[in-house]
DNA sequence: AAGACGATCCTG
DNA sequence: AGGATCGTCTTT
């Protein structure tokens, strides 16, 4: 019953991209709701979007305002509308400057981008949210999951070879 | 100013 | 297979 909780600092994030997706994997990600109410999840699936030159990660397309934030240092979110009506959540990666992130596409329960945004009430207000200090969202270290795979990533045929086929999505087994 | 479209999900 | 639904980016 420490007081101080394992909570999962910036450091962490700003390992390179694919790494991180993978160890996100079995993590806890914990949501304080408005009412107060305190919510942990596992994370059970996430994505690696790798930068510049990938053409799936939204920082190919330049630096923008819906990007920017992914040009900062790991540890803050990176979350926007898709469809008109999902949220999709993502983790900034890496150094300042790579313009790389990791979707969250499953947590244990809810599998599927737009429906973890949904479970965890996400808006526009949690663009740039600091992992480390925000007091409605965070990490906390789980336990390790015994077995992943890695597969190619999904909705983004656009994108072509070679990127099409980076095995970057990362699910618990 | 207008048009195109997307890292999705649900219904039929 | 197709519709919902809108912010962002591109084109005019």
Request: charge should be neutral.
């Amino acid at each position: 019953m420490s007081a101080s909780v394992n909570r999962i600092k910036s450091d962490f994030f700003q390992q390179d991209t694919v790494l991180v997706a993978q160890k996100l994997l079995g993590q806890y990600l914990v949501r304080q709701f408005p009412d107060g109410r305190i919510q942990r999840y596992r994370i059970t699936e996430t994505e690696a979007y790798c930068g510049i030159e990938d053409k799936a990660c939204h920082t190919n397309k330049g630096r923008t305002a819906r990007t920017e934030v992914m040009f900062q240092a790991g540890g803050k979110v990176y979350i926007y509308l898709i469809y008109g009506m999902y949220w999709m959540l993502n983790f900034v990666s890496g150094k300042a400057d790579e313009g790389t992130a990791v979707l969250i596409r499953g947590i244990e329960g809810f599998n599927g981008p737009g429906k973890v945004g949904r479970e965890l009430q996400l808006d526009k207000s949690f663009y740039g949210e600091d992992l480390e200090t925000s007091t409605r969202l965070w990490l906390e270290e789980g336990p390790v999951p015994t077995q992943m795979e890695a597969t190619p990533r999904i909705g983004i045929a656009y994108a072509g070879e070679p990127w099409i086929s980076k095995p970057w999505r990362f699910c618990c087994i």
